[in-house]
């Protein structure tokens, strides 16, 4: 899974591009117009340069024109800013990419995104309900099931248990091992 806490920042109106969370600029460093970013993405090669990213929640489109590593982050300069008050107004501010834009994943890897919503279903075709978080435990990701009740399913994301994730589909298919669900006929 791409791990950190790439997400979506909402549903885009139709023929907008959906954005990701990829970064937060932290603060001007030194006098030449870079910025401290603290990385959210797992794969920070898409903060090189020539790269247009979106900052902010009005999504202003910004070329990094350099990239240096930093011991609390990295270092980034943008076309046009070349003080540090004039990158000081994006302080604080999210960096995104455009989806369309984002590295495509290995076979079986899905960004978080994708799999939030999606209907699960057991085995037998039962739906279980609908994936509506993901926690990041260092071994592996948990998936929150939840159908709406007050009881919530949370599924580790491991081979054993996740047995098909079809986007196209919207459904995950799972295996749940003993232990997983209370027995359900004890709650009938």
């Known amino acids: 899974m791409d791990g950190y806490e790439e997400k979506l920042t909402g549903s885009p109106a139709a023929g907008e591009p959906a954005f990701l969370v990829i970064g937060k600029v932290r603060r001007p460093h030194g006098v030449s117009g870079e910025v401290l970013v603290e990385v959210y993405t797992d794969f920070p090669e898409r903060l090189q340069p020539k790269r247009v990213v979106y900052a ?19 270092l980034l300069t943008f076309d046009g800013f070349a003080t540090p008050e004039s990158v000081g107004r994006f302080r604080n501010q999210i960096l995104y990419l455009v989806v369309d834009d984002a590295k495509k994943l290995p076979e079986g890897e899905y960004y978080h995104h994708e799999l939030l919503g999606l209907i699960v279903m057991d085995e037998t075709g039962e739906s279980l309900g609908k994936v509506i978080e993901i926690i990041e435990t260092g071994a592996n990701d948990v998936y929150v099931v939840s159908n709406g009740t007050s009881h919530e399913i949370l599924l580790p994301a491991i081979a054993e248990v996740i047995l ?23 709650n009938s």
């Open 164 to 186: 098909e994730v079809d986007l196209e589909a919207k459904l995950m298919k799972v295996h749940l091992l003993p232990g997983l669900v209370e027995d359900r006929d004890h």
């Open 56 to 74: 902010g929640k009005d999504h202003i489109p910004l070329t990094i024109t350099f990239q240096r590593s930093h011991h609390d982050g990295i």
